[in-house]
């Protein structure tokens, strides 16, 4: 029987030790009329069988390591080093349960540990949880924190427009049961209107948070640090969302005066699996940390005397303070923290470095080529990371089913999200993008489709 | 358990004592015995604040529970303790003295209609184990 | 003299100029950087790749896990991880594809989570299914923020009081609060059911609903179920189901025909993938009809009927009252593959088996150590069962050091002081997956731990001396905080 190892001889050796004739009388408590339903499915298969079958239906299914992606806007193809998956791989990580008996847990209490140390040490703050489910999300808690941080006393969450749409949308929902909360983001107008200057002027005394993203929706990078002094000027806390692969290279929140800071870690080694499971990001200034919902560990000692790794300030949490804790969340994203860990401590300094100086250096090359290329445009007139907008004299979805006959996964239609950016692609590049498939891009995007073998 | 004659004290296990136009707030003996080691203290009022009876005051925290706090008059608030956030053991060492919370002052004086003596607490408190 | 097992951090094995990782020299051009938007400083450790491959598999040898050992965690489904789940998620067809690709690129991945909807719908009875909730908790609020949209959409905006039994997950109250409810605990009765009379009490014009856990945190078919269930339902209020225990049900008993409105799967529960020491899961929610059309979504959709030369198509669909999206994208695919596998392979009477293993496991143990641990509710269980251990004749050993002493016999601890309503619970689930040898063991071990208790208690209270790691001083963590380094 599949994953069930009994013999029906222990089965009858069983039922008779618990005094009973059959399974059925198992069952006794469920009123009859409902007891053992009609369950309309097929029957099971061996692993060779489903095997096959899986594979024909992934066989259905374009894989981005088969085409050249230009394709980002919160979720971006890297290279996954073979070292991830081979230790991720060990059951003694993916099949152990929350670390609640932390005398057989400090694998996982140890790894968390040292992931929320990479966090906050990347993103220049004091203190990082053990992870929430992804970056909207993290948003959505950043929010609660805020609203939980002034008693209710505050409504108002100003978003950037440059803020993910999804993200937006998913603090949208969290948030609109709480108590008068409003979440204002100010209509899209253009991409040059998408300023911290034209946000400054929107935070006023009933404002509880002011959250951006680093670099934006459309790519576009900012130093916020005078823009953090106002909003701190009218007491609001400021968060940030970010790309941990550009704070490779930039400027961290933390110096610019972020009391939050969220953000999507699935750049961090995690592969894009048609969005998900991802990582949510979460840190904070060491004052707010027991307002910040979601696991923490900190270090202590046994009664060895050894240093070791509890869940630490559980009293905030769901299972404890019940309806009072300020979020249900349970679980954390552990083994894809743990999967950020080993990304982060295996390229270290100089691999982090080194991978965002390719995103942006390539990045600006595939921007420099394409707005040479008649009838397109770049939208960016500020610094940008590895994504930018650009605006197409068609509409984005003619020109992607075109790419996609050439083997490219064009960037994201704008117009799926923000109705009003018709005919504006935003691309994003990695470090996975060479010369030659920008090239090849490029080429394809003029009309130019000689030489082509596809 | 220790209970100190003269206070007063509330169903949530907040004690008060009342001097002229002043009170000074804290949490009781039985209340810090049953949350254990006191890990962390948040006095989330300050000076100047004027609070009502019932009005959440702080949160006090174990490794196994947190609690909220309430003060259980009405005043303003004139002194907020500082060295209890600092060492928040003292409320295992001192509920009653060196852990006091917050102190409230009230010109029409202290009321405190609706709350227990000392025997009357020792009652609800041994009526719940 | 024992070993020390303390492992230096990343940190501390950091050696300055030390690359784990070589990326390609550029072929372009440099770019002109951004200078006053430059970090000064990037603290991260410097390894080598051994360096990290050495760290990191020696933690995971600090840690117990399913696949080391028998997990008997109430609640918590520790089941066999099958590896062939593993294998096909990582399928390039299905690891490798951007959440924003177009449809047409992704109709085998669309084709699994439409089936698994469906899959989902059949064993529930439920009409409709979203797969987009990350995890249970997750799952829990989008079910009871569809109460809150139901209610609100019918102007009884006045519903504000959710009830939920006094056994019930903390995650239960936490969501209502978020959803904007009020949460009013309804007590449990003598025989581990829900007690009308105190439910009695809240079915009024306020009531909004009731979350019920099926079987309940004791391990329980609710005898009163189906009049609980009317009860709420009559004053005007929805039923919401907490799907943790789904495992003791699969082909048992359809939630949906039991009259709850909206459940939640735990994936990574009942269909038997990964835990990942702490997630990432994923919290299908399902509903009835009257519910569906405030589902988070997008949930996949046959956008284009099949004709008789191409199968569907499938896309994505937004349900029309949607309470909106709950994700940055879809869901946890890759979870979703993972249980979509299991499900493959366990078939219409593989699923059948799996509750009545898992309730035959549970019951097996529960007789062989009644007679030496209280046993508070007995009567046939599900899935699991709750011992209290309160010994008169052992006044000093409590749930912790039992659960403490299991270590050094190399089993994980049952979940301890859980459900509150049992002041010194052991929760024990042994799932389906586990072998009447091994229970055989466990058996032996509880009951040798029930003798010390009696005799040499001192035993219990320094336990774990086995395991590479003692008891942890927590209020030490917690004072001194140390989260970073």
């Known amino acids: 029987m599949m994953f069930i190892p009994h013999s029906d001889a222990e089965r009858d050796e069983m039922l008779a030790a618990i005094g009973i004739q059959s399974m059925d009388d198992l069952f006794e408590a469920i009123p009859k009329r409902y007891r053992f339903p009609k369950i309309n499915l097929h029957e099971g298969m061996t692993e060779i069988e489903a095997s096959a079958q899986l594979k024909e239906i992934a066989e259905a299914d374009l894989s981005v390591e088969d085409v050249s992606c230009f394709l980002g806007a919160g979720a971006y193809h890297h290279y996954i080093p073979a070292v991830i998956d081979n230790l991720i791989s060990r059951g003694e990580f993916y099949t152990a349960y929350t670390p609640y008996q932390p005398e057989i847990s400090q694998g996982t209490l140890q790894g968390i540990f040292e992931y929320q140390s990479l966090i906050a040490r990347l993103t220049g703050m004091e203190a990082a949880n053990a992870s929430h489910y992804d970056g909207a999300t993290a948003c959505a808690e950043a929010g609660i924190l805020a609203y939980h941080q002034f008693r209710g006393k505050r409504k108002k969450i100003l978003v950037s427009p440059g803020l993910h749409p999804h993200y937006a949308a998913v603090m949208q929902t969290y948030l609109e049961n709480f108590d008068g909360v409003h979440i204002e983001i100010p209509e899209f107008k253009s991409l040059d209107s998408v300023t911290p200057q034209n946000l400054a002027d929107l935070i006023d005394e009933e404002t509880a948070m002011v959250m951006v993203q680093y670099p934006d929706f459309f790519g576009q990078l900012f130093d916020y640090s005078e823009f953090a002094e106002i909003v701190h000027a009218k007491g609001a806390l400021f968060c940030m969302s970010v790309n941990p692969i550009a704070l490779g290279l930039l400027k961290t929140p933390g110096e610019m005066g972020a009391d939050i800071v969220v953000g999507e870690g699935q750049p961090l080694g995690i592969p894009l699996s048609l969005g998900g499971p991802y990582l949510g990001l979460f840190a904070a200034k060491k004052d707010l940390i027991r307002k910040v919902s979601g696991r923490i560990v900190g270090e202590t000692v046994d009664n060895r005397g050894q240093k070791a790794y509890v869940l630490t300030l559980t009293a905030r949490e769901q299972h404890i303070r019940r309806e009072k804790a300020t979020s249900n969340i349970c679980s954390n994203q552990g083994l894809n923290a743990l999967t950020a860990a080993i990304y982060l401590s295996l390229l270290g300094k100089k691999g982090l470095q080194d991978v965002a100086r390719l995103c942006y250096d390539k990045a600006h090359y595939a921007a420099e080529r394409i707005s040479k290329i008649p009838g397109f445009h770049v939208l960016n007139s500020t610094p940008f990371f590895h994504e930018f907008a650009v605006a197409c004299p068609a509409p984005v979805s003619e020109i992607n089913e075109h790419l996609l006959h050439h083997g490219i996964l064009g960037g994201l239609d704008l117009s799926r999200m923000i109705p009003s950016l018709q005919n504006v692609m935003l691309i994003a590049v990695t470090e996975l993008n060479s010369k030659e498939a920008i090239d090849d891009f490029c080429r394809i995007l003029s009309g130019d489709e000689n030489d082509d073998e596809s | 358990m220790n209970i100190i004659p003269g206070f007063f004290y509330s169903k949530n296990d907040e004690w008060v004592e009342v001097k002229g136009t002043k009170a000074t707030v804290g949490i009781t003996d039985f209340a810090q015995n049953s949350l254990s080691d006191i890990v962390f203290v948040e006095i989330s009022v300050s000076e100047g604040d004027h609070v009502e009876a019932s009005d959440l005051i702080g949160t006090v925290e174990s490794v196994k529970a947190a609690s909220d706090v309430y003060t259980p008059v009405a005043g303003v608030v004139v002194a907020a303790n500082e060295s209890v956030i600092d060492n928040p053991e003292l409320i295992n060492a001192d509920p009653f003295g060196k852990a006091w919370l917050i102190q409230v002052e009230n010109e029409d004086g202290i009321d405190t209609s609706g709350l227990m003596n000392a025997e009357e607490y020792k009652t609800y408190c041994e009526g719940r184990g | ?485």
């Open chain 3, 1 to 485: 003299m024992m070993m020390n097992r303390e492992q230096k951090t990343i940190f501390e094995l950091s050696s300055e100029g030390r690359n784990g990782f070589r990326f390609p020299k550029s072929d372009v051009k440099a770019a002109e950087l951004p200078n006053d938007l430059m970090r000064e400083t990037l603290p991260l450790p410097e390894l080598s790749e051994m360096d990290v491959v050495r760290h990191y598999t020696r933690l995971s040898a600090l840690n117990y896990s399913v696949d080391t050992g028998f997990y008997p965690l109430g609640s918590c489904t520790m089941k066999y991880n099958p590896k062939i789940c593993e294998k096909a998620a990582r399928f390039s067809g299905f690891s490798q594809l951007h959440p924003l690709q177009p449809v047409e690129t992704v109709q085998g991945a669309l084709l699994i989570l439409y089936e698994m909807q469906e899959i989902l719908q059949e064993i529930s009875g439920f009409h409709a299914a979203s797969l987009t909730p990350a995890a249970g908790a997750h799952g829990e609020f989008s079910g009871v923020k569809m109460i809150a949209a139901y209610h609100n959409q019918r102007d009884n905006s006045r519903r504000k009081v959710m009830l939920i039994p006094d056994s019930a997950h903390g995650t239960n109250p936490a969501s209502s609060v978020m959803c904007g409810f009020r949460v009013q605990p309804v007590n449990t009765n003598e025989r581990g059911n829900i007690d009308l009379k105190s439910l009695a009490a809240y079915c009024n014009d306020e009531l909004a609903g009731i979350m019920i856990t099926n079987p309940n945190t004791l391990g329980l078919f609710d005898e009163n179920l189906i009049e609980a269930i009317d009860m709420v339902h009559q004053a005007g209020g929805l039923v919401y189901g907490d799907g943790a225990n789904m495992n003791a049900l699969l082909g048992i008993a359809k939630p949906a025909e039991l009259g709850f409105d909206v459940m939640h799967f735990n994936l990574h529960k009942t269909f038997a993938t990964p835990h990942g020491g702490g997630g990432p899961g994923a919290g299908a929610v399902c509903c009835t009809e009257r519910l569906r059309d405030f589902l988070p979504g997008p949930i996949a959709a046959v956008i284009e009927p099949a004709t008789d030369e191409l199968p569907p198509l499938y896309g994505w669909k937004m349900p029309e009252k949607s309470i909106g999206q709950v994700g940055s994208f879809w869901g946890h695919f890759d979870v979703i593959v993972k249980a979509y596998t299991y499900c493959l392979m366990l078939g219409r009477d593989g699923l059948k088996r799996v509750a009545e293993f898992a309730t035959l496991n549970a019951n097996y143990l529960m007789s062989a150590l009644k007679d030496v641990y209280p046993l508070p509710y007995d009567r046939i269980c599900m899935h699991e069962f709750v011992l209290d251990v309160k010994w008169p004749d052992a006044p000093d050993v409590r749930a912790l050091d039992v659960a403490k002493r299991l270590m050094d016999y190399d089993f994980h601890p049952p979940t301890n002081y859980f459900p509150l309503i049992v002041h010194e619970a052991l929760m024990i689930e042994p799932t389906e997956t586990e072998s009447k040898q091994t229970l055989d063991l466990f058996i032996e071990a509880m009951r040798s731990i029930a003798k010390e208790a009696h005799e040499q208690p001192e035993l219990l209270h320094d336990a774990p001396v086995n395991t590479p790691f003692g008891r942890m001083d927590e209020v030490k963590a917690a004072k001194d905080l140390k989260i970073t380094e």
